[in-house]
């Protein structure tokens, strides 16, 4: 089983960044695809980054694309999310999720507790 634990988050400004880290325990994240989910209120749970295992691959949300980065360091067992001029739009708890494959990232994988993350207009 993977342990999944998120950080970063906070309240920037419109126009800020932030760097949210998702650092894995119990099993090799190397291993897995890994997503960054995020959850607005009364929205539903939408994925807007996703990293293949081996980092080769990236794939982005149409909402965030140009501005969030997914990155990995499997030597540290961790997956960031660079997010660069930030909209209030982009409020919501963001959450980290593992599995085997790209395709199994969701409701099959491994769920972190989330971080809030808040942009003030």
């Known amino acids: 089983q993977v342990q999944l634990l998120e950080s970063g988050g906070g309240l920037v400004q419109a126009g800020g960044s932030l760097r949210l880290s998702c650092a894995a325990s119990g099993r090799t994240l190397s291993n897995y695809a890994v997503g960054w989910f995020r959850q607005a209120p009364g929205k539903e749970r939408d994925a807007v980054a996703r990293?293949?295992?081996?980092?080769?691959?990236?794939y982005y949300a149409d909402s965030v694309k140009g501005r969030f980065t997914i990155s990995r360091d499997n030597a540290k067992n961790t997956v960031y999310l660079q997010m660069n001029s930030l909209k209030p739009e982009d409020t919501a708890v963001y959450y980290c999720n593992a599995a085997p494959t790209l395709y199994a990232l969701g409701p099959r994988g491994y769920w972190g507790q989330g971080t809030q993350v808040t942009v003030s207009s």
């Open positions: 990293i293949t295992p081996s980092g080769a691959n990236t």
